[in-house]
């Protein structure tokens, strides 16, 4: 079993839709990272938090510590959100090595 | 600030062949991770440093690899022999100390290795 879990592992919407994806792991961590990959193939940082939530534009994700989960949610979604977008977290404090969930793919269509 | 760099951006090479992979961090990052990313595998953590010393390396696939940082503005990773399983697409990513907090990584565009 796989430390971190996404879902779901695909996922298609129609423009404006609001999207969840959902990243659950099962032991302790100090931070959760949310990362998307382009269909070109680069990784941006899109958030780390260790607890609560963060916002930034028409991306928001929040953590629950005790239940072992985040979200990551997209609000008016548009075309240019299509892609892969990756959950990563820090397995032990002081850690700085990160495990990563396998990914969920965001198609948008106009 | 340019980002980190990695060269070249796709290497294409028969078995056998030594490979090396190079990396650029961000000035002032104190952390340099590489990663493997395949379809069957997904992102793999090989190895990371800290202030140019190796911290982790327990990801790196078996003796074939090796990476080293000489100094703080530059990393190389060295497969010598390569072969066909590879092949995939490696990322190299800095960040600050944290100072006991994580902080975010920042990738570089990676590098697209084909071993044939």
């Known amino acids: 079993k796989n430390e971190v879990e996404q879902s779901p592992q695909n996922l298609t919407a129609q423009e404006g839709e609001f999207i969840t994806i959902n990243c659950s792991y099962s032991?302790?961590?100090?931070?959760l990272h949310w990362l998307q990959q382009h269909p070109g193939g680069g990784i941006v940082s899109l958030f780390m938090?260790?607890?609560g939530k963060k916002k930034h534009g028409r991306l928001i994700a929040t953590i629950n510590i005790q239940e072992k989960h985040s979200s990551l949610h997209i609000t008016a979604s548009h075309p240019r959100d299509s892609a892969v977008y990756i959950c990563a977290v820090h397995l032990n404090f002081g850690n700085e090595k990160l495990t990563f969930g396998t990914g969920t793919r965001l198609t948008i269509i106009p | 600030d340019a980002g980190v760099i990695q060269s070249p951006r796709h290497e294409v090479t028969e078995m056998g062949q030594e490979v090396t992979l190079r990396c650029k961090p961000i000035?002032?990052?104190?952390?340099l991770f590489w990663y493997r990313q395949t379809m069957m595998r997904g992102l793999e953590l090989l190895i990371y440093f800290n202030n140019n010393v190796p911290i982790d390396d327990s990801g790196m696939p078996e003796d074939r690899f090796s990476a080293k940082m000489p100094n703080a503005s530059f990393s190389t990773l060295k497969i010598q022999p390569s072969e066909p399983r590879d092949s995939a697409v490696y990322f190299c990513a800095s960040s600050l100390d944290p100072g006991g907090n994580s902080y975010e990584q920042y990738f570089g565009p990676g590098t697209r290795l084909t071993v044939t």
């Open positions: 032991v302790g961590i100090s931070a």
């Open positions: 000035s002032g990052h104190d952390y």
């Open positions: 938090l260790s607890s």
